[in-house]
């Protein structure tokens, strides 16, 4: 039994805590709200599981083939981080000059895709997560750990809608402002953070 936790309980514990802090879903609902405001609720949920379904495949195919395919292509993961910052970026002044997120055209495939799942649920911490955690322990590991911090991300976006109509429409527009602030900081942060790295790396 104690062999068990050891080797499988205890690093899936860990594995699946450490991606979803790094994710932090919860932390991130009001940006979620305020990109699909102007969204019905059917609408807004096709765009969010299919934000899920095409996060889910991002994280595990950089689980398995991470480093590799960042070979392939001559990325590294600082870079990633500064792409993922400046997409960020360009999004936080659009919701604070005008208070929601222009492309209002988008299709569900595209904006599920772009921002949603790409930066913000499968973005450059989580990609280095799941790569990190794929060499400390192992593919099998870090595949039920996506698998359970997607679920449990698929069970708090489900109740979106509930916290969507507790904030009102009032409530929802001061929330949208101050979305825009903590999306550019988030932005920054990864720009900062992949600069000071590539400057840092020999």
């Known amino acids: 039994m104690e062999l068990l936790l050891a080797k499988f309980f205890y690093p899936l514990l860990k594995a699946s805590i450490a991606l979803f802090i790094v994710i932090d879903t919860p932390g991130n609902i009001p940006i979620f709200l305020s ?13 969010l599981r299919k934000a899920l379904f095409a996060s889910l495949f991002l994280l595990i195919i950089f689980g398995l083939l991470g480093e590799l395919i960042l070979r392939i292509f001559g990325i590294g993961l600082n870079s990633l ?5 400046i997409l960020l970026f360009v999004i936080s002044m659009s919701i604070l000059l005008k208070g929601e997120w222009e492309e209002k055209s988008l299709d569900p495939e595209s904006a599920s ?31 039920l750990s996506i698998l ?8 708090i976006l489900t109740y979106i809608h509930q916290i969507d109509k507790f ?13 825009g ?22």
Not at 148 to 155: E, H, K, R, T
Not at 172 to 179: E, K, M
């Open 181 to 202: 602030v903590f999306i550019a900081a988030i932005a920054i942060e990864y720009i900062i953070s992949g600069l000071i790295s590539t400057i840092k790396s020999p």
């Open 113 to 143: 895709v772009v921002p949603i799942a790409f930066p913000l649920l499968a973005g450059p911490g989580a990609i280095t997560t799941v790569i990190i955690f794929q060499k400390e322990a192992g593919i099998f590991i870090t595949m």
């Open 81 to 85: 981080k500064i792409a993922g910052g």
């Open 35 to 47: 990109l699909t405001r102007n969204l019905t609720h059917e609408k807004r949920m096709v765009i």
């Open 167 to 179: 904030l009102g429409k009032t409530g929802s527009v001061v929330i949208s402002r101050l979305t």
């Open 148 to 155: 359970v911090v997607s679920s449990v991300n698929f069970l």
